[in-house]
């Protein structure tokens, strides 16, 4: 519920109103502007319009028909940027690059996609451990020893890591070796892990439920800043839909969409969102064009004989195209793409 006041309001009004709705268990603050506004919070369900209008100070009670709230830009106008050791996500002149294998593999594996990532201009490391793979046979990842050869990597060649917890039983884990939690597609619904990662204080990618809206998928994010993380990255990933020929449909459009809701960081995962290495640079530059603040991407060195999301996975010389093509895009929209 928003309060609009009239402009004559004076101090002593409103600490009335604040010792009144105290009483009530309300708060209030002060919505970004003119300061006239003021966004209600607590046990408003209970609370008669009506007996705020009778307070001669206040012009208006609007109901918020949006569930939205600290994931939107009516109680948080400018942009958030979140840090993650040394980088900032969400700045307006920055494309940020985070490129590694689906799943980690092995020391030799990790260790060399690392070398190559930075080589190439990435600014973070990814890996499964945990993966959560559609049939029961696949490979499911290194677990634990997958967690600790990804962080060795990382602070091998200077880049934070970013993977998938899956439970909240790994939290003390992924705390201790990840740099930025990411939420995968299959649990963006999973509230008991939104709430437990909301506890955390480290950075969350949230990626989009693969048949999640973009309200819902916001909602999410709403669960993990209620318990008190406020740093969310969202990761459009692709949506479920009648086409088939490609794995998900890429939903861009949330993307730009997304910047207008919403103060917070939104990167794009063109590799599953496709699952087609052929797509993964034209859709790289795509998002790249409709605003993104960066780009998720599996590489591998060896995609043909990768455990998991071979035919997704580029090349390492075809993610040094990319990068280059990336460059020329990201410069034409004045920002910076991955690091020199
Ligand atoms: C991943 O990034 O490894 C992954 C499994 O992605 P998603 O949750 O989007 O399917
Ligand atoms: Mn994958």
């Known amino acids: 519920m928003i309060i609009t006041l009239k402009n004559i309001v ?10 009144n709705l105290e009483k009530e268990n309300i708060s209030f603050i002060n919505l ?16 008669d319009k009506k007996s705020l209008l ?42 940020i690059i985070i490129a590694g294998p689906c799943a980690v593999e092995s020391r030799e594996q990790i260790l060399l996609i690392a070398e190559k990532a930075k080589e190439l201009g990435a600014d973070m490391l990814r890996g499964g451990a945990y993966k959560p ?13 997958g967690i600790r050869l990804l962080s060795e990597a990382g602070k091998k060649y200077n880049l934070p890591v970013v993977s998938e917890l899956t439970t909240a039983d790994n939290i003390d884990l992924f705390t201790k070796y990840v740099d930025l939690i990411q939420i995968g597609s299959r649990n963006m619904q999973n ?18 439920g693969y048949a999640a809206t973009v309200e ?15 740093n969310v990255i969202l990761c459009e990933r692709g949506i479920r839909t009648f086409e088939n020929a490609t794995r998900n449909t890429l939903d861009l459009s949330a993307v730009p969409l997304i910047k207008e ?4 960081p939104i990167i794009v995962d063109p590799s599953h969102g496709t699952g087609k290495w052929s797509l993964v640079e034209p859709m790289s530059l795509a998002a790249i064009a409709s605003g993104a603040d960066g780009l998720i991407i599996e590489i591998h060195q060896d995609p043909e004989h990768a455990l998991s999301d071979g035919g997704q996975s580029l ?26």
């Open 261 to 264: 809701i919403s103060p917070l």
């Open 32 to 47: 970004p502007g003119d300061n006239l506004n003021l966004y209600l919070s607590g046990n408003i369900s209970k609370l």
């Open 133 to 145: 793979r559609t049939s029961p046979y696949a490979f499911r990842g290194l677990e634990e020893e």
């Open 191 to 208: 509230y008991e892990l939104l709430k437990a990662v909301g506890k955390v204080n480290k950075p969350i990618l949230l990626k989009r």
């Open 216 to 230: 819902e998928w916001l909602l999410a994010a709403e669960y993990i800043m209620n318990e008190g993380n406020q």
């Open 10 to 19: 004076k101090e002593e009004d409103l600490i009335l109103l604040r010792t």
């Open 54 to 95: 009778a307070y001669p100070f206040i012009e208006k009670v609007t109901a918020l028909t949006s569930p939205l709230r600290k994931v939107s830009r009516v109680l948080q106008p400018e942009d958030v940027i979140i840090r993650i050791g040394n980088l900032d996500v969400g700045q307006k002149n920055r494309v």
């Open 315 to 340: 090349t390492l010389e075809n993610f040094t195209k990319l990068m280059k093509k990336g460059k020329l895009v990201a410069h034409a929209l004045d920002k910076e793409l991955g690091h020199d």
